[in-house]
């Protein structure tokens, strides 16, 4: 079975598509690239597999149920381009509450802190932290519980390389667990890292395959030189 399943999904907000006639098939345990600009639907798409958005047509289907089923509601975690956090509390206690929320937590508080990389600041205050240390508390947050499916709204944007490096680091760690990552970027390098893309412009997906696939069926190395062109085919 397929983590997710998407067959000609339509979406229509004030009379204008947002996304046309999408189908995708993303499997279980891989680190999955939506990779387009913005305005392009990544948003959308990402909120219509969480069941926060009406669709027009089409079906979802995520771990072999309808999105928005409410026996997703343990298996899905969603962290938005904007960290939810609580400012006022710390590393710790952000996480403490967001854990409380659920049954069962597959890590510890400190096994989080130790994935996320934020051990020396735990006690910190979040609104004290870098934005770095921001993005990766968010990460955090979204390890509570037991998903099995992570999805992350452009969750390196605005980092610098070596932080960037580190979160797909601890993507790599969390696909050795048995997760499924789904990442939105509009940086067109951030295909290196992932082991499957989907390129999307306009509410379609214009391609996918993994970055050597599709360097090679354009015969350029530089992803957005790729993406460019597809765009133009």
Known sequence: MNCIEIENLSVEKSKRKILNSLSLVIPNSKSIGLLGPSGSGKTTLMRSIMGLQKITEGKISILGFEAGSKDL???????????????????????????????????SIQE??????????????????????????ALGTA???????????????????????????????LNKKGKTLLISSHVMDEAENCDHIFMIRDGKIIASGNASELKSRTGLGNMEDVFISLVKS
């Open 112 to 137: 989080i802190l130790d994935l996320v990389q934020l051990n020396q600041v735990k006690n910190q205050l979040a609104k004290t932290l870098s934005g770095g240390e921001k993005t990766r508390l």
């Open 73 to 107: 509601r343990n298996k899905i975690s969603y962290s938005t381009q904007s960290a939810s956090l609580y400012l006022d509390l710390t590393c710790i206690e952000n996480l403490e509450f967001f854990s409380s929320l659920f049954d069962e937590n597959e890590l």
């Open 143 to 173: 390890l509570v519980g037991a998903p099995e499916l992570i999805i992350l709204d452009e969750p390196t944007v605005g980092l610098d390389p070596i932080l960037r490096k580190q979160l797909w680091q601890i993507f790599k760690e």
